[in-house]
Structures are given as structure tokens and as C-alpha cells.
């Protein structure tokens, strides 16, 4: 069985991948995968850098930023390439932050979705990358609102530094 993981810029998901490999579970995490096939592919770097111009990671977030479009412009080239590069690696997990965005979710069996508080989202994206909070509520509203993804998964996993994230995991692997 399939399974993807996601949630929300600073939800924790990646934490949570971090305590699945703990039990030995490979997650693939598309938004690595993204930038590892950027780097590496001729053809993705040339179609992102006549869309864009600079493949310089300030240059792609003002583009990305900007507008609607321009996100739609970069997906159209960057998730068939990881959605063939995720296929071919045989694993049965994937983190995706816009996993249902994406078209992602049709990779997968099941959806798992980490959740978390926005303030708390907030405040950790502003630790974790070094930005405004401005710039963190930007790239918030970038995605699908919190609920319309819970609404949609399988599975909830609370991340609000109270709930306890071991034990919805154990829920969770019995549940297969």
C-alpha cells in the first residue's frame, strides 16, 4: 500500500517522516527530490530557466510568489519529473507538501495529513527559513487551506507540540 504524508508549510511533516525512518520506514520527500532533479536534469533546468531566467533560489521564490500562474508555469514542469522519479524508486511513502495540489494523491493509496495550529506554522517557518512573518503568511496562503486537506485525508496526525506524535504514529502503523 501507498501512502502519502502531508500538510501545511510548518506543520511538522517532515518531523514526522523523521520518526518513521527512526522505524524504518523510507519516506521519499518530493520537495528534496524536486531540487535534487533541478540540479541534475539538463532538461528541467533549461525549461525553468526560460520560464524564469535565473535558477537562483531568490530569483524562483519572487517568481513562485508572484502570482497564481507563475506557480502553475513551474509545477507543470517540476511534478511529472518527480512524480516518474518517485514511481521508479519503488518506495511505498511520499511526503508532499501539496500533495493533493499536486496531483500526488493519485499516486498513493491513502493520504495522511500532519496538522498543526497556524500560529504555531507561523512562528516555526520564521525560525526554520529566516523570514518575516509576512513572508511565512505568504507562503501559507500559497497552499490549500488546513482544513480542506483534513477533510480529504485518511488519516490526522496532530503536530501542536502537545499531542503525542509516537503514539498517533503506533495508531497509525497498526492501522494498515
Known amino acids: 500500500m501507498k501512502t502519502g504524508i502531508t500538510g501545511g508549510i ?9 520518526l518513521l525512518a ?8 518530493c520537495d528534496a527530490a524536486a531540487k535534487r532533479l533541478i ?6 533546468r533549461q525549461q525553468l530557466k526560460a520560464l524564469i531566467g535565473s535558477l537562483d533560489k531568490a530569483a524562483i521564490s519572487r517568481f513562485l510568489l508572484a502570482n497564481e500562474e507563475n506557480q502553475q508555469a513551474v509545477n507543470a514542469i517540476v511534478h511529472p ?28 493509496d491513502r493520504v495522511i495529513v500532519v496538522t498543526a ?21 505568504q507562503w501559507i496562503a500559497r497552499q490549500w487551506p488546513q482544513e480542506q486537506v483534513k477533510a ?4 490526522e496526525i496532530v503536530n501542536d507540540g502537545q499531542a503525542d506524535l509516537n503514539s498517533q504514529i503506533e495508531k497509525l502503523l497498526t492501522s494498515e
Request: proline share 3%.
Open 10 to 18: 510548518g506543520s511538522g511533516k517532515s518531523y514526522v517522516c523523521k
Open 22 to 29: 527512526q522505524r524504518g520506514i523510507e519516506v521519499y520527500d
Open 39 to 44: 540540479r541534475t536534469s539538463p532538461r528541467l
Open 81 to 108: 519529473a518527480v512524480f516518474q522519479d518517485f514511481e521508479e524508486s519503488g518506495m511505498l511513502w511520499m511526503e508532499s507538501a501539496i500533495l493533493f495540489e499536486s496531483g500526488a494523491d493519485k499516486l498513493v
Open 117 to 137: 495550529p497556524e500560529e504555531i506554522r507561523i512562528q516555526r517557518v520564521m525560525q526554520r527559513d529566516g523570514i518575516t512573518r509576512e513572508k511565512a503568511l
Open 152 to 155: 480529504r485525508a485518511d488519516f
